[in-house]
């Protein structure tokens, strides 16, 4: 959207992380999540051990420390500890879809190393639905910022959802999203805080 704005008809953003890895305007984790990741982090130190290599010198080197097979399964077993709804009072596991160390540490990092250019962004006529679950690890103000550096966006919030969309909430977020294509209105009062 921001370097081919005037390509973007619409678009839709489910539970997203910050639109820059280098804002630090705000916190990315809600405090629930960050004491969660932290936990998931304690109890997976061979996984953080290995992101931490990756991030401060050359991919290729900790791939021949160890096979690509391992480092999903260091992946998966962090992933698969954390709770995406901190805060809710519920412990909500999900198992990981089959992506691995490789595509979150990689994606991260490539995120990290984008230019971040909240202008272009404003200049966009495109319209824009975010949606966030009540109880995401993600945090509010971070959600807010898509809603006030996109033009003509609207943040709706799903009430019960955590982080990921579980089945239950299917069926509200589809009929927000075809509501918001056909006509650009959502089913769910828009968030105005």
């Known amino acids: 959207m921001a370097k081919y704005n005037d390509k973007v008809l619409k678009s839709i953003f489910i539970s997203p992380k910050p639109i820059c890895e280098d804002d630090n305007s705000s916190e990315i984790f809600t405090k629930e999540g960050n004491e969660d990741i932290n936990n998931a982090l ?19 080197g900790l791939y021949y420390l160890m096979s690509e097979d391992k480092l999903d399964k260091l992946f998966m077993n962090y992933h698969d500890n954390l709770n995406m709804k901190p805060g809710s009072g519920e412990n909500y596991k999900t198992k990981g879809a089959g992506y691995g160390f490789w595509a979150s540490i990689m994606t991260s990092k490539s995120f990290s190393d984008m230019d971040c250019n909240y202008e272009n962004l404003t200049k966009s006529d495109a319209e824009c639905l975010v949606i966030r679950g009540q109880f995401d690890y993600l945090s509010l103000k971070n959600t ?7 033009n003509n966006s609207t943040l709706i919030l799903i009430d019960g959802m955590g982080h990921c969309v579980e089945e239950k909430y299917e069926s509200i ?10 006509n650009g209105t959502t089913i769910n009062k828009p968030y105005e805080e």
Not at 144 to 150: A, F, G, N
Not at 173 to 182: A, C, D, M, V, W
């Open 144 to 150: 807010v910022l898509y809603r006030d550096k996109i």
């Open 173 to 182: 977020i589809s009929k927000n999203i075809i509501s918001f294509l056909k």
């Open 42 to 60: 304690k109890d997976n130190k061979r996984f953080y051990i290995s992101g931490i290599l990756t991030n401060l010198g050359s991919e290729t």
